[in-house]
Nanobody, 121 residues
Framework: QVQLVESGGGLVQAGGSLRLSCAASGSIFRINAMGWYRQAPGKQRELVAVITSGGSTNYADSVKGRFTISRDNAKNTVYLQMNSLKPEDTAVYYC???????????????WGQGTQVTVSS
């Protein structure tokens, strides 16, 4: 069984910073791309940032220059450093990963349970 567990959300004032973490655990053969999505109330879930197994990154235009995604392959963990936070960044943030478990020959898409980020003005 593969699981993604997020941590690091919370309440912060505008202009502040938060760091989200997401650790993958279980019977893992390989982790491909890892990423962060977010969903604000009444809105669709949207991609925030993604990082490949080789370290290539891609960001939503709304967070470029403020957020940084990184990963520690030895720890099966992806991070999202969020700086200069704005009230419009308020959302539930979800970790996502494309993982091949040990017992199968294909990869599956996994989601974390979500962590709330609230930015006050």
């Amino acid at each position: 069984q593969v699981q993604l567990v997020e941590s690091g959300g919370g309440l912060v004032q505008a202009g502040g910073s938060l760091r989200l973490s997401c650790a993958a655990s279980g019977s893992i053969f390989r982790i491909n791309a890892m990423g962060w999505y977010r969903q604000a109330p009444g809105k669709q879930r949207e991609l925030v940032a993604v990082i490949t197994s080789g370290g290539s990154t891609n960001y939503a235009d709304s967070v470029k220059g403020r957020f940084t995604i990184s990963r520690d392959n030895a720890k099966n963990t992806v991070y999202l450093q969020m700086n200069s936070l704005k009230p419009e960044d308020t959302a539930v943030y979800y970790c996502n990963a494309d993982i091949r478990p040990r017992i199968v020959s294909t990869s599956y898409n996994y989601w974390g349970q979500g962590t709330q980020v609230t930015v006050s003005s």
